[in-house]
Every structure is written in C-alpha cells, then in structure tokens.
C-alpha cells in the first residue's frame, strides 16, 4: 500500500493509504451504516454508481469477496473509505481479497482513516464531493477542481439496454422498468413472477402491448429529477391508469413525481442494511439508498397516502395512491444484502394484480 488522502470539497483532508487499483477517484462521499457483512453487494450495487462510500464497520472484508454475493457485474462505487480493510479474511466463503477484487475491477479505497470523524462530519455538514488521492496531490488544486466537478450518477449507463423476457414458470408476468438495480431483484421476482425486463426510457405503450400485468420500476442511482428520467416519469403517469405500479427506491421517486409530489435531496442519505422502518403497525428493518425524500405535503396533494415513515428522522419511506393500485417504497424490500423484513410486499403485489383484497 502506499499513502493516500481523502480530499473534501470543503478543504477537509483525512490521511490513510490506498489499496485497490492505481488511480484516484472523486464522488459524492456518503456513509454506509451496518454490520459486518454486505460490503460487496454495496460496491457492485448500481444505485452507488458516483459515491464514495464510507462504511461505519470499522474492519471491512473480513470474508473475502465471492461472485456468489455480486449485486451487479462491476464495481459502480466511485471509491471506498474504511476503518481498516482485512488482508487475512475468514476462509469459509474461500473468497478473494476485498483489495485484490477492488485491483481487478478497477476501484480505488483508502483505509486507515478514522471513518467516525468522517461519519460525524458528514452528519454534521450534509453529503459532499471528496476525492481519493495519491499523497504527493497538490491538496489545494485538488479542492479547487472538486468545486468544478460534476458526478456522473446518471441512469442510462447501468440500465438495461433492451427489452428481455425471463420465463420462471410462473402465472403472472410484470414489467420492470430497470433504472439500474441489482440482481438481488430478479432473484425475489423469479419465486413469483415472470419478468420482462425495459430499458428506463421503455414506452408505455410497449409495456402495455407486452402483456404484463403489472410494472416494477427499479431502484437506480443518482437524482430522481434529472432530464434522462423525463421519459420514465410519463411513462409511469400513462400506465399508472393501465395497471398497478410498484416504485422501488429511485423508483418509488419516479412515481411520486409522476403524480406531481416533489421530492428533494437530503442533506444526509440512509445507505446501509439497518434503517427501521414503521408500517402496519411494527417495526421492521430494511436495506436502503436513499439520497431524495418525498415532500410531505404535495405528496399529500398528489394524492399519495403515506403508510410508511423511518423511525430515526420520520423521512416518507411509503405509500399508496388514494385511487390507483400504485405504490412506492424508498428502500430495498428485497434485502441482500440485509433483512427481508419487507419481502411480503410483493406478495401484495402480486395479490393486488390477481384481484385479491388487501
């Protein structure tokens, strides 16, 4: 390993050294809070495409890296920060080193930083740009380009790319509008659905000639008001009278603004596997990566009936429409990594879709 920092756009500069691949990364630098596990499907989960991700844990890696666990087929994550990352990892999974696979696939971390300072300043002033570096960077000029610097956390890139259909044998057959989700989805869906997978920019009118019966648009990373989801949102608009529509995460963003709710950026995320969520009346646990809140009153406006709120900072995490069989859910249900807690919901969908009262 050789010294490195992590540089933030408001001069803040924490000191470690680098492991992973020879290069130097910026991104928005988000905190991750959780166990000991899940740090893979993190890394390779496209919603963290342009983050650098702090994860609170303090000794990371400690099973290794196995393919079996991989959200996706690449590392999307900008760079990640730890306490300490392991170099002698369990041999149960008989997995690779976290360093070795971060080399191979081509990202960058830095490890020796004290990840609980970061973790409060990042509480304390909101998500910000940050770079990992090299420890000969002119720390100034690095700041200064950061300032400048826009992150690419745009969908069209992790997107599916067309149209594909997944036969699991099953009686009823949903759309998903893929915004850039991680396989851990698929995996739900094939214990209740055929699935016929739509790029984000999919027509409704595609949708609907394809014989689904209910559409699933995903999560993904990056702002849910940028211009590329223009036409997901009105596609989400047409088919909300058509069939029942489920958002997930971005997804469940797109949704709420297809119906006119506004939704803002957060000043500090949820990421991680641990996030408590209220509805029907217990507390369940869920994965999250979540950057926007819906806005209280116009969803209210919209006609969204909020079910589900976080416990920690009473963020929307749920709802209904008052009219439609539409529904919205900020976190990850499907869990992996973290609880399945949450999983049943899409055996209320899947009741909804077949007529079955809730």
Do not use: W
Not at 18 to 30: D, M, R, T, Y
Not at 78 to 84: D, F, P, Q, S, T
Not at 139 to 168: M, P, Q, Y
Request: aromatic share 8%; charged share 25%; with cysteine.
């Amino acid at each position: 390993m050789t010294g490195g920092y992590l540089v933030l756009e408001d001069g803040t500069v924490f000191e470690g050294e680098l492991f992973g691949a020879n290069i130097e990364k910026a991104g928005e630098v988000v905190f991750s809070t959780g166990g000991v596990d899940g740090y893979q499907e993190a890394i390779t989960d496209p919603s963290s495409k342009g983050q650098i991700i702090v994860f609170t844990y303090p000794l990371v890696g400690n099973y290794g890296v196995s393919d079996e666990f991989n959200a996706s087929n690449k590392i999307h994550a900008n760079g990640i920060v730890v306490k300490e990352v392991t170099m002698e990892p369990s041999p149960f999974y008989r997995g690779k080193l976290l360093s070795e696979f971060m080399e191979e696939k081509g990202a960058v971390g830095i490890t020796g930083v004290d990840t609980r300072a970061l973790t409060l300043k990042i509480r304390q002033d909101g998500k910000m740009k940050g770079k990992i570096v090299k420890n000969h960077a002119d720390i100034g000029k690095v700041v200064e380009e950061l300032k400048k610097t826009e992150i690419d956390s745009s969908v069209r890139d992790v997107s599916a790319t067309k149209k594909e259909k997944i036969d699991n044998g099953k009686d009823v057959t949903v759309a998903v509008i893929d915004l850039g989700t991680r396989s851990g989805l698929y995996k739900v869906l094939a214990e209740r659905f055929n699935v016929i997978r739509f790029p984000y920019n999919a027509k409704a009118d595609d949708i609907i000639a394809s014989g689904a019966k209910g559409v699933i648009v995903s999560s993904g990373p990056g702002n849910p008001n940028a211009p590329e989801l223009a036409d997901t949102i009105k596609t989400v608009s047409q088919l909300s009278s058509e069939m029942p529509v489920m958002g997930i995460a971005l997804g469940c963003d797109v949704v709420a603004l297809a119906f006119g709710a506004k939704v803002l950026s957060m000043k500090v995320g949820h990421h991680g596997c641990n996030q408590p969520v209220k509805l029907r009346g217990r507390i369940c646990m869920t994965a999250q990566s979540q950057d926007y809140y819906i806005e209280p009153a116009s969803a209210e406006a919209a006609g969204l009936v909020i079910t589900q709120t976080n416990l920690n900072d009473n963020i929307i995490e749920g709802f209904k429409h008052s009219k439609l069989e539409v529904y919205g859910y900020e976190y990850h249900p499907e869990g992996s990594p973290g609880p399945d807690d949450t999983v049943f919901v899409f055996d209320d969908f899947l009741n909804v879709i077949k007529g079955v009262s809730q």
